[in-house]
Every structure is written in C-alpha cells, then in structure tokens.
C-alpha cells in the first residue's frame, strides 16, 4: 500500500491511494461489476466450484487471486509510528519525496541493491545498513553500488530505532552487530528492503508457488496449474512489483477467466 501516488499514468499531478481505489471502483461499477467488501480467510481450491469463506460464504467457477504481497519490516515500534512519515518499503513509489535529502536503506540482498542505487539519483547519500560484513546481492549488483559515491554502506549494523518528531523521520540508531555500540544518522527517509511476503497464506490446495510463496503462472498467461484459478499482480510478481504493471496483469487475469469460463461453457 502506498499513500501518495506519483508514478500511474492519468493522474500528471499524482494521487492519494485512496482516492485511486475510489476511482477504479466507480469505472468498475459502471460496467456493472458487483463490488462485495470482505476479508476472505479461506480459499478451497480442491472443490468445485470454489469455496471463499469470510464474513460470509462465496462459490465460483473461476477465481482470479491477486491480495499482493506484504513488505517484510522489522518489527520496531518506532518503524510502525513513522510509517507513511518516513519508512517505506518501496523506493520506487516513495522516494520521490526525498529529492535532495540523506536516507536509509536496510538491507543486504538485490532488493536492497535496487532500492539503493534508484535512490542515489534521487538523493544526496543513501546510507544502505547492512547486519553483516558481505552483501547478498549478485555481484553486479554490488559491483554498481560499490561505483557509486553518494551510497554509503554501514557493515554489521542493524536499526536498532527510528528516531522522529511530529514532522516524521529524523534520523535512525544504529546498531553493532559486533560489540552491541551504537550510532545515530541524520536521514529523512527509511526504506526497509529485507524482502516480500506474498499473500496467499489463506489458499487451501495444490496450487503451485515458487520458494517464496509466490504464485506460479503458466508462460505468459495468468493461468495457474489448477483450471480456472488464475493469479495477477504482486501475488505473482517478485521483481516489478507496480501499480501500473499490476493493472495489466489484472486485464490479461480478466481475460483470461472471462476465455476460460467460454471454453467450458460456463460463460453467458
């Protein structure tokens, strides 16, 4: 989830997230799209139809999954409070508001790579905060962020507190890994990158993940292994992870339930 939108095509001077959603759900509803609002705990994928269970009990003959994926945090209190105030987990859709500042970015792996090297030219120094003396990312990741200046990397530290005001984030406290020292920065931004965690925890059946838990489509498609269950959006994408790119993912999902139910007869 994000609060400000900056990067959808349509909206040339950005948009709240709220109020995209608003807008999606009435172009919905105008090509009559029935719009029922629950949290569903259960997909049984080994029956026919499906069975979805929340607040109440829903049947279909097709499903098209797409409850995206969790930023992993680290579980402060401090990284809560500031949330949407200065901690992100997404650099691409956020860091935008840090042109010109010092942040953080926590993380060893390609992600935190990414997430360091879009924002130095974006910012005057990232700070990439790192709990171990090597990185995990893939060589030519470290090799880019090893060229650059303005990253600086802190080997075997870990945040051990956000530090704020009113206004949002001021700084973080650094941890040694070590020798348990610590240390502040001065940042305005801090962008966890420790990875994703996609939701599908509520899925019961055979449904084909990779490692991570995220969703398996066949080639191209959206088609999943089980007929008639098909995935789009972050649910499915470990590497874009976009509004924009989701939407499409959600046209290509539609249209190929919308083929699917045709071929079996099942649509009107």
Known sequence: TTTEVENYPGYPDGVQGPQMME???KQAERFGTRIVYDHIERADLTKRPFVLEGNDTYTCDALIIATGASAKYL???SEQRFMGKGVSACATCDGFFY???EVAVVGGGDTAAEEALYLSNLC???HLI?????LRASKIMQQRLFAKENIVIHWNRVVDEILGDETGVTGVRLRSTVDETTEELAVKGVFIAIGHKPNT???VGDLKMDANGYIITEGKSTRTNIPGVFAAGDVADPVYRQAVTSAGEGCKAALDAERWLSEQGLGE
């Open 23 to 25: 807008d999606f759900r």
């Open 75 to 77: 579980g402060l209190e």
């Open 99 to 101: 042109r010109g500042e």
């Open 124 to 126: 005057t120094r990232v």
């Open 130 to 134: 790192h709990r171990r003396d090597k």
């Open 201 to 203: 925890d509520f899925i």
